[in-house]
Each structure stands twice: as C-alpha cells, then as structure tokens.
C-alpha cells in the first residue's frame, strides 16, 4: 500500500511570494490533515478535512492560508503572502474515516522563507 | 497551544539502555497517542492507550496512563541505536480525532 505522497519535498522562496504544496493521502482515506511543524515543536492542527469537506479550520490563519480538497481526494495548501515565520515543514496526513484514532503521515514539505 | 509536554526534551544513552520519555496534558482526554519521527521524515504511529486504560505493550514500548496525573510515559526497553529520532505524545481533543501534539523528546541512542 503506498504511502501519503506530498510534493515538493524542499521549497525556498523569499517573503511575500506564494508557495503552494501537494498532498495525496492514501487510497480510500476520507480523512485529511495538514499540520505545520515548526524547528523544534511539535506538529500543529491547521486544517482537517473529511472527504471534500472542512471539519475543522480553526487554526488555520485565513488571512494567509487556504487550503482545498476539492474531489475529496488530494489536496493542496497555499501561503500567500508568505512571511518570515511560515518557514516550517508542512505535514500532511491522513486515515480512513474521522473518528479511526491513527494517522499516516506523509514525509512533508520544509519550507524556508528569506 | 500544545497540550501535551514531553520531558525530558532531550536524551542521550547507549544502546542497551532503557528510555524512558514523560508527557504530561491539561484536559480531559479520549485517548494518547505516541509518535515516533526520525530527522526529515514524517511521523510515525507507535501506540495507542484509551483513556480507560493504564498500561499498554508493544513489542520493546510499554505506555502508561495516568489520567489522574493528566500524565503518560514511554519506555523503549534494550534500546538501538535505530531508535534515534524525535518521539512525540499527542491528544485527541474529544471531537473528531483532531490530534493535539507535544513538543517532542529527542532521543540519541549512542552504539
């Protein structure tokens, strides 16, 4: 069974351009999260989707961030504009309905904004 | 906010030797998880204790709950050095499974 793919693995690019990563959860999985993982932290909630719906959005800062799902398969997330402090590894993970307790992660996207 | 807190935040031992990592959490809780994630890759599931369990095995990882102490651990017994990477307790929220992370015990196992 193959794993969540994301791409690209590395971004660079300097504050206030756009970045946009890509998520494909394993196959059949109505669940989809996307965390950010700042240098020393732990993963952080930014958004979980359950087929192409929202469930939870709530740290998600909006103002920069969106992010879609749109045939509830892969999804994609977006910074625009991006600053300083979005530099982090983007994760993405998924599991097969809202309420099965494990999630599979992807390897994750490192973002650095100069 | 993060709700769980792993401590130590770092360790350092030789193979052989047995690890022991600490999380500690606010609120009430269905269930803990931890995760396990070596240098640039994602997270991996390791083990999952309920809230109405104490004590859970797997293999060389024993986990305990301590839901009146709002506190976990993990122990890695006869560590490796394979066992190097970052090991991370995490929160369901009650609602949905929307997990709430640590900040992460970086483990070193010296061969």
């Known amino acids: 069974e193959a794993g969540v793919a994301q791409s690209p693995r590395y971004k660079i690019i300097e504050k206030r351009q756009s970045v946009a990563f890509w998520c494909n959860p394993i196959?059949?999985?109505?669940?989809l999260y996307w965390y950010q993982q700042i240098l020393g932290q732990g993963p952080k909630l930014l958004i979980q989707f359950q087929n192409n719906g929202v469930v939870d959005d709530s740290q998600l800062p909006k103002d920069r961030f969106s992010a879609e799902r749109l045939k509830g398969v892969d999804s994609t997330l977006k910074i625009q504009p991006a600053k300083l402090e979005d530099s982090a590894v983007y994760l993405c993970?998924?599991?097969?309905?809202?309420?099965?307790?494990?999630?599979?992660f992807g390897p994750g996207t490192r973002l650095l904004v100069l | 906010s993060q709700q769980g807190e792993e401590d130590p935040q770092a360790l350092s031992i030789q193979e052989g030797e047995n690890a022991t990592m600490n999380c500690s959490y606010k609120t009430s809780i269905n269930n803990l998880q931890w995760y396990r994630q070596n240098s640039g890759r994602g997270l991996v599931h390791l083990i999952l204790?309920?809230?109405?369990?104490r004590e859970k095995h797997s293999g060389r990882l024993r986990v305990t709950l301590d839901t009146s102490k709002k506190s976990s651990s993990l122990l890695i017994t006869a560590s490796r050095a394979a066992d190097t990477a970052s090991y991370f307790c995490?929160?369901?929220?009650?609602?949905?499974?929307?997990?709430?992370f640590g900040g992460g015990t970086r483990l070193m196992v010296k061969p």
């Open positions: 995490a929160t369901d929220n009650n609602a949905g499974n929307m997990l709430t």
């Open positions: 204790i309920r809230s109405n369990e």
């Open positions: 196959s059949g999985h109505a669940t």
């Open positions: 993970a998924s599991n097969p309905f809202q309420y099965q307790e494990t999630q599979y």
